[in-house]
Nanobody
Framework: QVQLVQSGGGLVQAGGSLRLSCAASGRILSVYAVGWFRQVPEKDRELISTITWNGGNTYYARSVKGRFTISKDNAKDTVYLQMDSLKPEDTAIYYC?????????????WGQGTQVTVSS
């Protein structure tokens, strides 16, 4: 089992920045990748960024590329999502999640979610 605890988020004006954190514990050695998702009501959850636990390969969705940066602190077993140039359409609940194998389709462990609200 892997436990994920999120922090960060909140209310910010358009153009501002926020940083989300996702601290992992438990079976860290089983982690293949960490992903950040976001969800708004009545829409599907959107995968916005991923990072592999070993190697640090990253992915960004087109909607956030160039504005968001994913990173990892190995000493703290924590993944961050730095969000800059925020837009009102970035308003959502943000979740981090873990996948234990590249062969798995589903993300197996999830953080509790954190609200990000961007005012215009």
């Amino acid at each position: 089992q892997v436990q994920l605890v999120q922090s960060g988020g909140g209310l910010v004006q358009a153009g501002g920045s926020l940083r989300l954190s996702c601290a992992a514990s438990g079976r860290i050695l089983s982690v293949y990748a960490v992903g950040w998702f976001r969800q708004v009501p009545e829409k599907d959850r959107e995968l916005i960024s991923t990072i592999t636990w070993n190697g640090g390969n990253t992915y960004y969705a087109r909607s956030v590329k160039g504005r968001f940066t994913i990173s990892k602190d190995n000493a703290k077993d924590t993944v961050y999502l730095q969000m800059d140039s925020l837009k009102p359409e970035d308003t959502a609940i943000y979740y981090c999640a873990v996948k234990t194998s590249p062969a798995r389709y589903e993300w197996e462990y999830w953080g509790q979610g954190t609200q990000v609200t961007v005012s215009s």
